[in-house]
């Protein structure tokens, strides 16, 4: 079966997107316990007993498949109130908006203008054939005396505020469900599958490695990998053998202007900043060596 172990409290992101070669480790130990480690810093650690998904040991008991529900099972534990009544002075018509009676048209307010025009620049199109496509209209626009200095046009209805009386549909209260019987679960039975392993340790040799990718870069790669069962067997074959090959990754890194250019390949836009991070400095001195030239000698 799959087993997976609890996510780490690190954020590993770096580690995938940084381009540099890494080392994966997992240390399983005697003791059922385990070790994840990146580049010899540990990042996870569990028992093997207690810290993966699904549990190596099943449960003693399972529910029992054959188990249903009964019909009359009650699972509300609230209900509408049978006794409640609605008020008589409850009015469910009662809009929950209502016109405000205090507000007072503004003196600026144009009632003869439109909010929109025919836009005076349009031309009906030479091709337009008024039996096929019917009588040609300008489209419309915002019309310029309402856009500024005055409040509005057109005709001036009365803002909305809040209905004091609105009360909505009116529903009774929710109270206990003096019949609730609780969420109803399967009982339990023996698991005919069950066994105990009180040492998975001692499973099958390790014999190969699986990768599960799904990214959307190409820029990923893993290529170090060890799995034993003693830290310090672990760090010597890191020290011999990942640790070298980081030495010569890091040598054949390329140096601070490469890395310049290869960022601008993805990013243009960063010849501009370049040229303005070179070009600063130069202008600056050319000023002023030409005001030391242009100073009187004493």
């Known amino acids: 079966d799959e087993k997976h172990a609890k996510r780490p409290d690190v954020d590993l992101k770096k580690f995938y997107t940084d381009r540099k070669t890494h080392l994966y480790t997992l240390v399983l130990k005697p003791d059922n316990t385990f070790e994840v480690s990146i580049d010899q810093t540990v990042v996870g650690k569990g028992s093997l007993l207690e ?31 049978p006794n409640a009544v609605k008020p008589d002075d409850w009015n469910e018509d009662e809009p929950p908006n209502v016109e405000d009676p205090d507000a007072v048209k503004p003196d600026d307010w144009l009632d003869d203008e439109s909010e929109y025009i025919p836009d005076p620049s349009a031309k009906k199109p030479e091709d337009w054939d ?41 529903k009774p209260q929710m109270i206990d469900n003096p019949d609730y019987q609780g969420i109803w ?7 005919p599958d069950y066994f105990e392993d009180p040492n998975p340790f001692q499973m099958t040799q390790v014999s190969a490695i699986g990768l599960e990718l ?14 034993c069962s ?18 010569v990754a ?22 501009i900043l370049y040229i303005l991070t070179l070009a600063l ?8 060596i030409h005001s030391f030239l242009q100073t009187p000698a004493d």
């Not at 003693?230 to 030495?247: H, M, N, S, Y």
């Open 185 to 191: 679960t399967p009982q339990k039975i023996p698991n």
């Open 51 to 81: 810290d993966v998904v699904p549990s190596v040991n099943p449960p003693k008991e399972i529910e029992d498949p054959n188990d249903k529900k009964p019909e009359d099972w009650n699972e509300r534990a609230k209900i509408p109130d």
């Open 230 to 247: 003693d830290k310090e067997v672990a760090d010597q074959r890191a020290a011999d053998g990942w640790g070298l090959k980081k030495l």
């Open 130 to 170: 008024e039996e096929m496509d019917g009588e040609w209209e300008a489209p419309q626009i915002p019309n310029p005396k309402c856009e500024k200095g005055v409040s509005g046009c057109g005709e001036w209805v009365r803002p909305l505020i809040n209905n004091p009386n609105y009360k909505g549909k009116w």
């Open 250 to 271: 890091s040598a054949n890194e390329p140096g601070m202007f490469s890395q310049l250019i290869t960022a601008t390949e993805e990013h243009p836009w960063l010849w």
């Open 214 to 227: 799904w990214s959307m870069t190409s820029e990923i790669y893993f290529d170090n990998f060890i799995i």
């Open 281 to 288: 400095p130069v202008g600056l001195g050319i000023l002023l």
